[in-house]
């Protein structure tokens, strides 16, 4: 594959990995995202989602997260709660939810993982923060493709599986609320 090979390896013998990093102050390369999973908004801005996504996924509350929002006017999350951290947090509030997907319909606990959402991306520009969050009932895996084999984000996998919920996030009639569940 000439071709391919070519675009590869620049002819100062560099090769061109798809991959986005910094270097540190000691010289140290530090892979942060890859060029092919940058969100380049309807406006331009470019986003790096994973940066963003480890910033999360720091958090008790959130197993996993997926910054989505390319060619769109603004980025969305979905995120995957940590169900057994959130469960003991609605008890000790008194939320009684029966099951799964009433305790992510509990306006509460939607407010709350709003909250510990944005309180991690404070530092972020305005156009890298999401304007909308839909909260995931079930985990991105390898099995049901969402997933590589080594634990990457399939995004277009993503996107086609919860394409309602994302069309959700863009309609207009929506524009005023910020959390959504999938159901």
């Given at each position: 594959?000439?071709?391919?090979?070519?675009?590869?390896?620049?002819?100062?013998?560099?090769?061109?990995?798809?991959?986005?990093?910094?270097?540190?102050?000691?010289?140290?390369?530090?892979?942060?995202?890859?060029?092919?999973?940058?969100?380049?908004?309807?406006?331009?801005?470019?986003?790096?989602?994973?940066?963003?996504?480890?910033?999360?996924?720091?958090?008790?509350?959130?197993?996993?997260?997926?910054?989505?929002?390319?060619?769109?006017?603004?980025?969305?999350?979905?995120?995957?709660?940590?169900?057994?951290?959130?469960?003991?947090?609605?008890?000790?509030?008194?939320?009684?939810?029966?099951?799964?997907?009433?305790?992510?319909?509990?306006?509460?606990?939607?407010?709350?993982?709003?909250?510990?959402?944005?309180?991690?991306?404070?530092?972020?520009?305005?156009?890298?923060?999401p304007k909308?969050?839909?909260?995931?009932?079930?985990?991105?895996?390898?099995?049901?493709?969402?997933?590589?084999?080594?634990?990457?984000?399939?995004?277009?996998?993503?996107?086609?599986?919860?394409r309602d919920?994302?069309?959700?996030?863009?309609?207009?009639?929506?524009?005023?609320q910020t959390?959504?569940?999938?159901?």
């Amino acid at each position: 594959m000439p071709e391919a090979t070519a675009m590869a390896i620049a002819a100062e013998a560099w090769f061109h990995t798809g991959d986005i990093g910094e270097i540190d102050d000691d010289e140290f390369l530090t892979i942060t995202d890859r060029i092919k999973d940058i969100i380049v908004t309807a406006g331009g801005k470019n986003v790096a989602p994973q940066p963003i996504e480890n910033l999360l996924k720091a958090d008790d509350f959130i197993e996993q997260a997926v910054m989505l929002g390319d060619r769109e006017r603004y980025c969305v999350l979905l995120v995957v709660p940590s169900f057994t951290n959130l469960e003991a947090w609605a008890r000790s509030s008194g939320i009684n939810a029966p099951g799964r997907k009433a305790l992510l319909a509990s306006k509460p606990v939607q407010e709350h993982m709003e909250a510990r959402v944005m309180a991690r991306l404070t530092d972020l520009a305005s156009y890298e923060k999401p304007k909308k969050i839909g909260l995931i009932e079930a985990p991105f895996t390898i099995d049901d493709g969402t997933l590589t084999p080594t634990q990457k984000v399939k995004r277009r996998a993503v996107q086609a599986r919860y394409r309602d919920l994302i069309d959700a996030f863009y309609a207009e009639e929506n524009f005023d609320q910020t959390v959504f569940v999938e159901v």
